[in-house]
């Protein structure tokens, strides 16, 4: 039997910002996740948004954690080498009742302790945002809403936690959790069991089968589906700012941004389902996408549409963010209801939770040699001439161009494969170096990111993944 002193059930955004958080401390920590690779379920399919909070409840738990996440972002960028840009909102009104609605959004942002929040007429918001319906009335500008590469930030998160001792348990599902005498005693995954004297559970989508296991589960799941398009980098028709619509009860709403690699995003649908697997887009929720977002951008282009996709938000019923400990199961801490701002709060949750361990008597010690930064991989397309020869001299590889949509190098898709946690599929290798995710969609490169993967794994093709185990990408060869 494996032994650790804590369990994180969940290797998504939030589970690695946590286990990089204790790893700060004299504490052995693993983190274990059903999925072949870090990153979880919602965390890798999202807006890629760092919000400020502006609009979140007043006083919540989740106002707290995104409103103090937020401008840790500066820091943890530069030290884990994540791509980020704060590029800014506007949230436009075009009709009346939209316009009448500001003053109270504004109060909001106000009572969340976001005042940087400020007016802009139709005028300002046109010279700024050209691409704007012309009928805007006016809206809001807040300033420091930005954009991230989702997948990097989860990865660096990872990497850094295991440089500093976190042990990663992947393709390893969670079957049960044996307690003793009103105490965490075990973990059982399909990997085998791990003693353990804390569990946390960040398992998002799923953190209500899990807290089911120790008889907690006092709420329930609902995936909530979001659709979305990406465009082509070139599309006639961009913006310049994440532009929002105006929120409901429901859902922020469907909106327009940037990327952070330069494509534009649209979407997203919010769609309550039963199925916490089924992430289909379908041709009523595109769209309604396409029907909304005219009415804010109304020369958007979907024909250069270059692939679509759903995430699955964990909505919480009853809803709201919750981080629960208990008095008759001493070592179990219960994270649920962490929604749409999961990946910017992560990081302030990481803290959030290491003095929630400390607060139930965990004996913590702050380590001395606490390794802070990690570097990410060279992006040869980012480079100058000169850069781009030195790196070919100092290494040929960086010369054999593998994905022409994106520029991306085999030396890329080679340190991909082989940093700590590294990618052990198709998807793991794009979310690492985007090799695929440019306008053929892996057309071209598809074939040579398999052969590579299985050359270096030491494995034949028929055994590379899409994903998770059984997805394989080819089943044999039709000729000898």
Known sequence: MLKTDVVVIGAGAVGCAIARELSKYDIRVTVVDK???????????????????YDATPDSLESQLVVAANPMYDEIVKDLDVPFKRIGAILPAFTQEQFDKLPEIKAKAFKNRVYDVEYKSGAELLEIEPNLNPEVKGGLYIPRESIIDPFILVQALAENANANGVEFLLNAKVTDIKTENSKIKSVVTTKGEIETTYVINSAGLYCDEIAEMVGKAEYKVVARKGQFYILDKKTNCQVNYIVLPIPTK?????????????????????????????????AEGLASIEKDVRNLIPNVNLRDTITQYSGLRPNRNPEGLHVDTYEDLQGYINLSGVRSTGLTLSVAMGKYVAQVMLNIGAKMVLKDNFIKTRKGIVKFSEQSREEQDKLIQENPLYGNVICRCETITEAEILQAIHRPLGA????????????GMGR?????????????????????PTQINKHNDGSYMVTGKTRE
Do not use: W, Y
């Open 35 to 53: 999925n072949e690779d870090v990153g979880g379920d919602a965390s890798k399919s999202n807006s890629a948004i760092i919000h400020t909070g």
């Open 250 to 282: 429901i859902t922020k709403g469907k909106l327009m941004c940037p990327t952070i690699h330069g494509n534009m995003l649209v979407g997203p649908t919010a769609e309550d389902q039963e199925s916490k697997v089924d992430k289909s887009t379908s």
């Open 424 to 435: 052990k599929s198709v998807d793991g290798v794009k979310r690492r170096v985007r090799a």
């Open 440 to 460: 053929c969609q892996a057309g071209f490169c598809g074939p040579k990111v398999l052969e590579i993967l299985a050359r270096e794994l030491g494995v034949a």
